[in-house]
Every structure is written in structure tokens, then in C-alpha cells.
């Protein structure tokens, strides 16, 4: 069973041109265990994003270190998948060949690899698109492929980035939907950045607050929502209890960063 | 009504394409054929055209097209052969890139055409003296847009690779070269046109073939009509091979006019 330790971990950009240092991340812990579903929610500026990068590999800590499975992390590696807001698909290579793209790198033969593929084409609904080019994909579909080209892999731990960010409201809940799905049947690991309280909510099991600039964790809320979820349950007074909740919280948070600028 | 980036049919494209053609050899007739130029100065288009049957018929000049075409080529291709990897180098590379960037930077305005007399004391007359003038010409230039083409891969696409499992050599070979690879190819379309300049300038002087050899003996006949010829030649072999040229790329890299 995999856990994630994240001791003291701090992250300091330093000045531009002589300007002050700017502290993106305070030294922060947190644990997370097997198959947590865990949701980081803040305002813009809040270092949630920093936090998910040094996780990745792409960016290294100032203080503090990330331990998974008892290893530091030190650089990007295939155990630790990652979805971005912005769309990263390789625009070179059709649907099918992105999600072989790290099964390829590990030097997987190729029948093995075409079974994996087809097999998260299905999860994600990609069937028949298999050998579009991301261009003549939605922004959805293009997402759901870079989800599916995380798993594919088989990583320990998923990561997302605001990865609906940049989706319309509809299609952001389905996508909710699609990766709760996933995570409901092979219960993985997940860290999920958003600024989106009702998205926070919805898919995590528990939602990290952070607070902007020094970028810290304010609160945990446990979501003790029952699975499987259906967007049904948006409208349950539970939820709307959370929701009011978490609101209160952030508001506060976006009103200080917001002076900060 | 023209406005902006509204597409134009197939259709009048070609007619638009067309027309201006016919507009510069209408002008070209009328100042020709109307007397308002003396004939020693420029020929009429028919008269050109008759140079031109004469040079291909009696002095064998599609031999002299087929040298030149040759010299283009041979010195372009050694060029981007060279070029195109330091270029990638250069740009994956940041050592490389501070190591290399500053002399390239120098040596690329140095006019290739300087070098002829030079090329000829340490090369001769032959061959090797034509291409190296189209090699000097032309290797600066691939260098450093290929090394800004790949220094310009989108970073996010890099880290996707890296969170995907991509060692280095993995993120070099399948991130950025082929997302660089349209670019590199427009890159060599654009260049293999200022390798034509220079071929002309190499054979203008110590050349015994090839078109500007024609070029410049016609110069002490006289025969404005050859040379004229002789430039529409050149612009003609430039459209065929830029045609070509976009033609490939576009097969080749489907995925980006998808």
C-alpha cells in the first residue's frame, strides 16, 4: 500500500531583479494514504499548484521533502501521473499512441501495450476516436485522453492540476463524474488542485484548505459523503452544508490575497 | 468587399495567382514593344522566349541548368546535414547553445559572397570552391533558426513527458524533435531559396557551367534576352521546388493541418 509523507515541505521563489523573495509555500506537512481522494482547494496564489509540482519531480523544495513509499522524491518518475490545466497532449501523435506514450518509454512489446490502450480508450469513452490528432479533439476529450495517458502507466499516485479548469460547466461535470468513476473502481491515489469548492467537494474524500500568500494548509475537511456519487448529490443538504462551510473559509483567504496585490 | 482573413475560393485563388503573371509580362510588353526602353536595355518577352530556344537548343544550357540545379543541391544538402544537428544540439543544450551561439551569430553575417576570392585561392575553381560559398552561406543560418525552433518546444509538453516516465534521451527523441520537425523543414524551405543567390554568386566569377556562367557571358554579348532567360529559369526551379517542398511537409506532418 502506498503512502505519501510530505514533511516541512516549503518552497521560496527567490526575487526578481533584487526584489524581495516571494514564499510560495510555507513549510507544510501532510499525509496521505492508499487510496485517498484528496482535493486541494485555495485561491489563485495560494501555492496549491507549487505543492502538486514538487510532488511531480518538476519542481524541488526550498525546505522540507516528499517521501513516497518511504523515497524521497527527488525527480519526475512514471510512479507519480500527472494531469495539467493546460492541454499537453502530444499534437504529433494520434489518441491512441499519447496513452502508449509512457508504456512505450518503459519498453512495453507492443500487443501487450495495444491491450492496455484499448482498455482506457473504453474507460474514458474514447472509442472510435482512437487515431484523431488531440487538434480535432473538445478540450474535454483531450482531457479525458490525458487522463487516461496517466493511467495508463499504472502510477501510484495520480495527480491533477486544475485539470477541468479550463472546460465549460457541463462538460467540467461530467468529467467530475468520469474520474470519480475511475478512482470508485481502481482506487488509486489521488491529489486534485482545484479553486472550484463544489468540484472539491464532489470528488474528494477529503478537502485540503490552503491559505494565500504565505501559501499554508488552513484546514482538512472530511467529505463523509457516500460512494458512489451521482451528481444527484449536489443538491443533498449535506453537501450544501459543506459547501457553506468551505465558502465561509476560502472567502476569507480570496478577500486577504486579494489586499496582498 | 476584401476584409480581414475572409477566405477566397480555390477557384479565384488561382485566377488572383494567374492574373498577377499576366499583368507583369503586360506591363513588361507594353514598355518593350511600345519602344518606351531600348531594345539593348531589355528585350520584349517573345524575343526572350527565342534566346531562351536558342540557349537550350544550340548551346546545350539545360546542362548548365542541371550543374547549377546539382551545386544547389550538393551544397544544401551538406549544410543542413551539418546544421541541422548542432542546431538541436544547440537548442536542447544550454552549454552547447553558450559555447556555439556567439560565434554563430558572428560568422552568419559574414558575406558569403566576400569568400569567393578566398574559396577560390584555397579551393580552386572546381566544385568544391561552388558549394563551399552555398555552404557558407546557408550553414549559419540553419544553425541558429533550428536551434530556436527546438530552444522554443513548449515546456509543457516536456514536463508531460518527464511526469510520463521520459528519461532525457527519451524527451530529445520523442518530445522535441518531432515537435520541432515542421518548423526544421520550414526552416529548410526557406533556406534552400538564399542557396540560390549564392550558387549565382559563385558562378559569376571562376565558373565554366552552370546558369550564372551563361549570366555572365551573355552580360559581354549583350544578350539581355539570355539573361533574362536565364533569371526566369531560376524563379521557375524555385516555385517547382517550394511547391515540393510544402507538398512533403504537409504529408509528413499531417498532424499539424489536421
Known amino acids: ?25 510555507q513549510p507544510t506537512n501532510l499525509t496521505v494514504p492508499a487510496n485517498d481522494f484528496v482535493t486541494i482547494l485555495g485561491p489563485s496564489g495560494c501555492g496549491k499548484s507549487t505543492l502538486l509540482r514538487i510532488i511531480a519531480g518538476l519542481d524541488q523544495p526550498t525546505t522540507g521533502r516528499v517521501m513516497l513509499d518511504g523515497v524521497e522524491i527527488k525527480r519526475p518518475g512514471p510512479d507519480r501521473g500527472m494531469v495539467f490545466q493546460s492541454y499537453t497532449l502530444f499534437p504529433w501523435l494520434t489518441v491512441e499512441d499519447n496513452i502508449a506514450f509512457g508504456l512505450r ?15 482506457y480508450i473504453d474507460k474514458v469513452g474514447l472509442k472510435g476516436f482512437e487515431k484523431h ?51 470508485e473502481r481502481e482506487s488509486k491515489m489521488v491529489l486534485f488542485v482545484t479553486h472550484d469548492i463544489e468540484e472539491a467537494i464532489f470528488v474528494g474524500s477529503r478537502v485540503v484548505t490552503m491559505s494565500a500568500r504565505p501559501g499554508r494548509i488552513k484546514s482538512i475537511v472530511p467529505v463523509d459523503l457516500p460512494h458512489p456519487r451521482e451528481y444527484t448529490i449536489k443538491s443533498s443538504p449535506e453537501f450544501s452544508r459543506l459547501r457553506a462551510h468551505l465558502t465561509e473559509e476560502i472567502r476569507s483567504e480570496a478577500i486577504l490575497a486579494d489586499k496582498a496585490h | ?91 536542447t543544450y544550454k552549454p552547447i547553445e553558450a559555447l556555439l551561439e556567439p560565434f554563430v551569430s558572428f560568422a552568419r553575417y559574414l558575406p558569403a559572397s566576400a ?11 572546381g566544385e568544391a ?39 532525457d534521451s527519451g524527451v530529445v527523441r520523442r518530445v522535441l ?26 558562378e559569376l566569377i571562376g565558373a565554366s557551367s552552370g546558369i550564372g556562367y551563361m549570366i555572365i557571358n551573355s552580360q559581354a554579348l549583350m544578350a539581355t534576352g539570355q539573361i533574362i532567360f536565364g533569371i526566369i529559369v531560376i524563379g521557375l526551379i524555385g516555385l517547382i521546388s517550394d511547391f515540393l517542398f510544402k507538398s512533403v511537409n504537409r504529408w509528413l506532418f499531417a498532424w499539424r493541418f489536421a
Not at chain 1, 105 to 119: L, N
Not at chain 2, 132 to 143: H, N
Open chain 1, 1 to 25: 500500500m502506498s503512502e505519501l509523507v510530505i514533511e516541512g515541505l516549503g518552497r521560496t521563489f527567490p526575487g526578481v531583479k533584487g526584489g524581495k523573495p516571494t514564499v510560495a509555500l
Open chain 2, 129 to 167: 570552391q561552388k558549394l563551399s560559398v552555398i555552404f557558407l552561406g546557408v550553414f549559419f543560418q540553419i544553425v541558429l533558426m533550428v536551434a530556436g525552433s527546438v530552444a522554443a518546444t513548449r515546456r509543457d509538453l516536456v514536463e508531460a513527458a518527464y511526469t510520463l516516465g521520459a528519461s
Open chain 2, 177 to 202: 524533435l518531432p515537435s520541432s520537425a515542421p518548423d526544421i523543414a520550414e526552416i529548410l524551405r526557406l533556406v534552400l531559396g538564399w542557396a540560390w543567390t549564392y550558387v549565382i554568386v559563385a
Open chain 1, 133 to 183: 490528432w488531440p487538434k480535432q479533439l473538445s478540450g474535454g476529450m483531450q482531457q479525458r485522453t490525458a487522463i487516461a495517458r496517466a493511467l495508463a502507466n499504472d502510477p501510484k499516485i495520480l495527480l491533477l492540476d486544475e485539470p477541468f479548469g479550463a472546460l465549460d460547466n457541463q462538460t467540467r461535470g461530467l468529467m467530475q463524474e468520469l474520474l470519480l468513476g475511475i478512482w
Open chain 2, 1 to 91: 468587399m476584401i476584409r480581414p482573413f475572409q477566405p477566397v475560393q480555390p477557384q479565384a485563388r488561382a485566377m488572383l495567382g494567374i492574373g498577377f503573371f499576366v499583368l507583369f509580362v503586360g506591363v513588361w510588353s507594353i514598355f518593350t514593344f511600345g519602344g518606351y526602353v531600348p531594345r539593348h536595355f531589355l528585350v520584349d518577352p517573345v524575343t526572350m522566349l527565342g534566346d531562351g530556344w536558342y540557349l537550350l537548343t544550340q548551346r546545350n544550357f539545360l546542362y548548365d541548368i542541371g550543374m547549377t540545379v546539382w551545386r544547389v543541391v550538393g551544397g544544401f544538402t551538406i549544410a543542413a546535414a551539418i546544421g541541422v544537428p548542432i542546431g538541436i544540439a544547440m537548442g
Open chain 1, 105 to 119: 518509454e518503459k519498453g512495453m512489446p507492443a500487443a501487450q501495450r495495444r491491450d492496455i490502450v484499448a482498455s
Open chain 2, 115 to 125: 569568400f569567393v576570392p578566398l574559396l577560390i585561392l584555397w579551393a580552386g575553381i
